[in-house]
T-cell receptor, first 115, second 112 residues
Framework: NAGVTQTPKFQVLKTGQSMTLQCAQD?????MSWYRQDPGMGLRLIHY???????DQGEVPNGYNVSRSTTEDFPLRLLSAAPSQTSVYFC??????????????FGSGTRLTVV | GNSVTQMEGPVTLSEEAFLTINCTYT??????LFWYVQYPGEGLQLLLK?????DKGSNKGFEATYRKETTSFHLEKGSVQVSDSAVYFC???????????FGTGTKLQVIP
């Protein structure tokens, strides 16, 4: 099925560990982004990319790195996990906004707990 | 950037009741509006959009009404079902490379 695939669905990390959250889309979307969802705070943008080789920071980028080597993949890296990064992470994609914005396609999320 | 305020939930309704969820925004110009729905344990799904003032988007019995004079928009459904229980997010978008701003979400609980 076409869409956005996120892995893993659940993850428990110890403080200081590193990991990569994977995101892949097969819709040839130029734009990809990562959000975190926390109770009472809605969705907050972490990083985004408008195309392969181009990334930029969102509103809460600290503690996270991204890269975009292909159109399909946009992994999110936590270099040294902290309890404050306990959250649900969503990857979203869309066509380039310059074509007009028609809404995002979201992945099913990764629930991360840092202990 | 835009700021968005959604009505707080949870909103609890009986089946077949009328639903209204409000959302107000501050933005430059007149944005397009998007409503997303998140069912328990899932990611957000695009529910509907309206792309111009006084336009009504509609999907699955839901309608979005956009009032530019009050910079607000509303999600409505005439008769809710238990399966509509979810969290609803509004998200205005002002065009170009501007980022989409999401509201904090309104939780809807529909009881039989």
């Amino acid at each position: 099925n076409a869409g956005v695939t996120q892995t893993p669905k659940f993850q428990v990390l110890k403080t200081g560990q590193s990991m990569t959250l994977q995101c892949a889309q097969d819709m040839n979307h130029e734009y990809m982004s990562w959000y975190r969802q926390d109770p009472g705070m809605g969705l907050r943008l972490i990083h985004y990319s408008v195309g392969a080789g181009i990334t930029d920071q969102g509103e809460v980028p600290n503690g996270y790195n991204v890269s975009r080597s292909t159109t399909e993949d946009f992994p999110l890296r936590l270099l040294s996990a902290a309890p404050s990064q306990t959250s649900v992470y969503f990857c979203a994609s869309s066509y380039s906004k310059i074509r007009g914005h028609y809404g995002y396609t979201f992945g099913s999320g990764t629930r991360l707990t840092v202990v | 950037g835009n700021s968005v305020t959604q009505m707080e939930g949870p909103v609890t309704l009986s089946e077949e009741a009328f639903l209204t969820i409000n959302c107000t925004y501050t933005a430059t110009g007149y944005p397009s509006l998007f409503w997303y729905v998140q069912y328990p344990g899932e990611g957000l799904q695009l529910l509907l959009k309206a792309t111009k003032a006084d336009d009504k988007g509609s999907n699955k019995g839901f309608e979005a009404t956009y009032r530019k004079e009050t910079t607000s928009f509303h999600l409505e459904k005439g008769s809710v079902q238990v399966s509509d229980s979810a969290v609803y997010f509004c998200a205005p978008y002002s065009g170009g490379y501007q980022k989409v701003t999401f509201g904090t979400g309104t939780k809807l609980q529909v009881i039989p």
